[in-house]
C-alpha cells in the first residue's frame, strides 16, 4: 500500500524462461516469481509477494512482463532495480522500476497485452544459440499465407477452437488489436499479435495453426472457418513455447501516477498472488 512506511513498485521484466519451470511459484521447481521473491526477502529481510501480469509457461520468455511489489519507502524505484539486478540470476533482468498508485494491479489493470513468437526456418535456427529462443523448425514456408492468416485475426472473434479444453467457462471471445508476421532476418519469420485477452495457449496454437497453412499442409480456408467457433475442424498443434515472449502490457496511464487514488474499489485484490491470466 502506498502508505507512510511503504510504496508500490512497478517492474518491467526480461527474463529466459528456458531454466524455469514458467512465471509462478511453485513448491518444488524453480519459477521467475519464485526467484524474484527471495531476491527481494535477500534485499528487504522480509518476504514479499510479488503479482504479476500474468503466468507464462515452462519455457516461455519474456521482454516486457510486469510486476508490482510493495516495499519500505526508503527503497527508491532506482535503487531497487540496481540492488535486484546484482543479485537475481543472470537470466532474469529488471528493464525498469518505477513507482506507482498503491491500487495498481499489473492483472486486474492490463487493457491489453501483446505477444512475439520467433519461427526459425533457417537451418541456422537450430544453433545452439537460437533454438531455445524460437521454433527451430528449419524449413521452408510461405510467407504470403502466413500473411494472409494473420490478417483473420484482427477485431472480435471466437477463439474457442485455439484454447486448450477446460476454457469454456471463461468466455471465448477476444479482441485481437495487431496480428501481423514480419521477415526476421536471417533466421525466419516473427509474428506480433496484441489483444485485450487471451485463452489458455491461444498464441501457440494460431502460430502452429498458420505455420501448417504455411507449409501447405492444410488450406487457407481453415483459419476463417475455426474463427467461427463453430466448425467441427481442430486446430494443428501447438506451436513450441521456446518461442513465444511476452512483450509488452499497457496501462490505463492514471495508475501509473503514484498519487492517483481512485474513488470507487475496483474488482480484484491487491495481495492476490494466485490468479493470473491464461497461459497464452
Known sequence: MNSGDRVRLQLTLHYDGSGFHGWQVQKEDRTVQGELETALERLTGAHRSVIGSG???????????????????????GELQRALNAVLPRTIWVSRARQVSARFHPRYDGISRSYRYRLGTASEA?????????WALAETVDPALLT??????????SFRAFAKAGQEQ????????????????????????SAN??????VRYLVGT?????????????????LTGSSDLITSRPAPPEGLFL??????????????Q???????????????????
Open 170 to 193: 471463461r468466455g471465448d471471445r477476444c479482441t485481437v488489436h495487431t496480428a501481423r508476421w514480419e521477415a526476421w532476418p536471417p533466421l525466419g519469420f516473427t509474428f506480433d499479435m
Open 197 to 202: 485477452r487471451y485463452l489458455h495457449h491461444m
Open 247 to 260: 512483450s509488452r502490457v499497457e496501462y490505463p496511464p492514471e495508475l501509473l501516477d503514484p498519487t492517483f
Open 210 to 226: 498458420m505455420v501448417d497453412i504455411a507449409r501447405g499442409r492444410r488450406p487457407l480456408g481453415d483459419m476463417a472457418d475455426l
Open 262 to 280: 481512485p474513488d470507487a474499489p475496483r474488482r480484484g485484490t491487491h495481495g492476490e498472488t494466485n490468479v493470473h491470466e491464461d497461459l497464452p
Open 148 to 157: 494472409s492468416a494473420a490478417a483473420m485475426l484482427s477485431g472480435e472473434h
Open 126 to 134: 537450430r544453433s545452439p544459440f537460437h533454438r531455445t529462443t524460437c
Open 55 to 77: 503466468r507464462t509457461d515452462s519455457g516461455v520468455h519474456a521482454t516486457g512482463q510486469v510486476a508490482a511489489v510493495d516495499v519500505p519507502s526508503r527503497w527508491s524505484a
